[in-house]
């Protein structure tokens, strides 16, 4: 691995159990082998336009578009979908959340999002 993909994955917390080096393997293959393996960034790939070498598992260059880290980690990373509903205000809040279940719940009480502060499971 080369300084600049060291520096660039340590910045990024890429860490090894996310990274492969994709030298001298075929792209079909290696794709494979990241989905299989739960593996979500190579280096050693073919360069981009601006000559990188560090993509995402779908191909795009996670240098010249760094927020795509965060998102393709997030994407990954298991979730759950969640349904809280305020009887007060009559609302239905339906979203996405990486955290425990209930720490979500007691963040949108505290931060009285939307301006409710009975939001329930439904
Ligand atoms: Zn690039």
């Known amino acids: 691995m080369d300084n600049f993909t060291k520096q660039f994955t340590s910045n990024h917390q890429?860490?090894?159990?996310?990274?492969?080096?994709?030298?001298g393997k075929a792209v079909n293959g290696i794709k494979e082998f990241m989905k299989n393996n739960d593996i979500y960034f190579a280096y050693n790939t073919t360069l981009c336009k601006n000559g990188h070498n560090i993509r995402s598992r779908s191909g795009h260059c996670v240098v010249c578009?760094?927020?795509?880290?965060?998102?393709?980690?997030?994407?990954?990373?298991?979730?759950?979908?969640?349904?809280?509903?305020?009887?007060?205000?009559?609302?239905l809040k339906l979203g996405m959340t990486t955290e425990i279940i209930e720490n979500r719940l007691q963040k949108l009480k505290s931060r009285q999002i939307g301006g409710v502060q009975d939001w329930k499971f439904y």
């Open 14 to 23: 890429i860490t090894e159990n996310i990274l492969i080096d994709a030298k």
């Open 65 to 91: 578009d760094v927020a795509r880290i965060a998102f393709v980690k997030r994407s990954f990373k298991n979730g759950c979908l969640y349904l809280f509903g305020s009887k007060s205000k009559q609302f």
